[in-house]
């Protein structure tokens, strides 16, 4: 099983995982959270990106993109 197929299965990404996922740094996935543009979930004090939330924020990536052109 490829990488790209083992995250397209997972349930939750780490914010390292989700930067991978998304093709964008740490320090921004780290930044739009902390902007709540890219929302988490909490397990302890472990930050989670769950896939539907990244699906959410690329959908808020578009629109922007729409609004700007």
């Known amino acids: 099983m490829s990488t790209a197929t083992a995250l397209a299965e997972q349930l939750l990404y780490r914010p390292e995982e989700a930067a991978k996922a998304l093709r964008i740094g740490r320090s921004m996935v780290y930044e739009e959270i902390r902007l709540g543009r890219l929302q988490t979930v909490r397990i302890g004090r472990r ?3 769950p896939p539907e ?3 959410r924020y690329v959908e808020l990536l578009k629109h922007e993109a729409e609004a700007t052109a």
């Open 47 to 49: 930050r989670l990106v």
């Open 53 to 55: 939330y990244i699906a």
